[in-house]
């Protein structure tokens, strides 16, 4: 199992001969300008909210690609009312796809599609695959719901970690013990000026908690 960073949340986790490209948000990224995003052919879309900074790309990499979406089951209706067929979910729900399977959890924050139309709740998802447990955070704040999460032997928690809309570092590190997750991939961070961080500070800091934070450059692939 492999994942590739793209900037703000957008990752590529490939696993089982599958590859599912999450949020995605790399030709509006000024940071991820050297990424060719056509050339990625995700299997599969995984959607956890409407922002702009996580569907930006959505509609022309599923175009181009032929990828199925997962998302709450407004922003499939959102799609559907686009010709596009989804697969919608919601909180709590999971289901078995051919690569493994993917449980919809609850995230705190809020949600709007680009036009403005409603979309639905945020959510996180939990990836089981290949004997691997991989939590997504999306946007989100540091919630106790994460705790219900802590019995699922979560290899990898992918988290926002870069404050003032989602959970800063140090809430990220009272998520990682919520989920009972050592291994850390930070996301949401330096895209743009209000979420930029230290980033030094915050390896330093999750160091000092016993954790093992990686914080990957733009198109860096790294083994899970």
């Not at 499939?76 to 686009?82: F, I, P």
């Amino acid at each position: 199992m492999k994942i590739t960073y793209y900037g703000q949340s957008c990752v590529l986790i490939e696993t089982a001969g599958k590859k599912l490209l999450f949020d995605p948000f790399i030709m509006s990224n000024p940071n991820a300008k050297h990424v060719d995003a056509g050339a990625i052919k995700p299997d599969y879309i995984l959607v956890s909210h409407g922002h702009g900074d996580h569907v930006a790309d959505l509609l022309e990499i599923e175009k181009s690609s032929g990828a199925k979406i997962i998302c709450i089951a407004e922003i499939a209706s959102w799609l559907g009312n686009k010709g596009i067929e989804a697969h919608g979910m919601n909180i709590g729900g999971g289901y078995n796809f051919d690569f493994g399977r993917v449980k919809m959890v609850n995230a705190i924050h809020s949600s709007s599609m680009p036009d403005g139309s409603y979309g639905g709740n945020p959510a996180g998802f939990v990836i089981y695959s290949e004997g691997k447990v991989i939590y997504f955070a999306g946007d989100t704040a540091l919630t106790y719901d994460m705790k219900l999460l802590a019995d699922e032997n979560i290899d990898w928690s992918i988290l926002p970690i870069g404050d003032n809309y989602t959970m800063g570092v140090d809430d990220a590190i009272k998520a990682s013990a919520f989920v009972n997750c050592t291994n850390v991939i930070g996301v949401h961070y330096n895209t743009f000026p209000v979420i930029a961080i230290d980033t030094e500070e915050a390896l330093d800091k999750f160091v000092k908690a016993g954790l093992n934070l990686k914080l990957p450059a733009i198109g860096e692939t790294l083994a899970l």
